[in-house]
């Protein structure tokens, strides 16, 4: 009631993706003549500040072509959906394929997720590494950046890692459909489909060519599209 009453008295009311905003219109009446959709937006990343972070993480887990360092950073809750990557790395593992997983971040679901680890025998290259103050170089060391999401706005993460031509395996949810587009800049798989994740992770090893270059369009989206100038030019419009 007390979001239905902000609504109808707001003059204009953003929302970071479309998705967002046809929520606001099916769950709370939102007049849809007053939305605007105006996304997130990254810092372009410092490269030559983030280089010898990023080198300290890959140095740390031994990260080589044949055992890439995968990032998943997000909080450690159901909607992130680690558990289902968990689920596709076990599958990952039983095909011969070598990784490093690092999970950055903190939850309630943490020590639900430890166990799940290890009961998959994903140790030890599951890492938990909790909260990471600088995000960027962790992004910038890996391979491939992971979300799993099972519902979405537009996560800053997803542009962080994009603007940094990380590829990206994602699920199509909310505003990240409307970022990615599949087989271009990323890959894209069915939300809870832990056998499609998988398989795109399978890929995504084989494949290292074309996931460099899906990164490379990444960087070119977000550069074009997803910069906080962009966001303010949204704004004052």
Not at 31 to 53: I, M, W, Y
Not at 64 to 86: C, N, S, Y
Not at 180 to 202: F, K, R, S, Y
Not at 209 to 236: K, L, N, P, Q
Request: aromatic residues 6%.
């Amino acid at each position: 009631a007390l979001k239905r009453r902000e609504l109808d008295r707001a003059g204009a009311v953003t929302t970071v993706c479309g998705a967002v905003a046809e929520t606001l219109v099916r769950d709370y009446g939102a007049d849809r003549a007053r939305l605007r959709v105006v996304p997130n937006g990254a810092e372009l990343p410092d490269e030559e500040a983030e280089e010898p972070v990023a080198k300290r993480w890959r140095e740390r887990y031994l990260s080589t072509p044949l055992k890439p360092l995968w990032v998943i950073a997000g909080r450690l809750e159901e909607q992130k959906g680690h558990d289902l990557l968990f689920e596709a790395l076990a599958s990952v593992l039983k095909l011969g394929l070598d990784f490093t997983l690092v999970v950055a971040g903190e939850g309630s679901r943490r020590s639900w997720l430890e166990q799940q680890a290890l009961s998959l025998r994903l140790a030890p290259r599951v890492q938990f590494v909790g909260q990471v103050e600088n995000v960027g170089g962790l992004l910038a060391a890996a391979d491939a950046v992971l979300l799993p999401s099972r519902w979405e706005g537009l996560p800053l993460v997803l542009l962080e890692a994009m603007a940094r031509a990380r590829p990206i395996v994602a699920s199509a949810v909310g505003g990240v459909s409307d970022v990615i587009e599949d087989g271009v800049n990323g890959t894209l798989v069915p939300p809870g489909d832990a056998p499609a994740l998988a398989a795109a992770l399978e890929q995504l090893q084989r494949k290292a060519d074309r996931a460099w270059r899906m990164g490379r369009s990444a960087a070119e989206t977000v550069r074009e599209h997803y910069t906080w100038h962009a966001v303010v030019d949204g704004f004052e419009s």
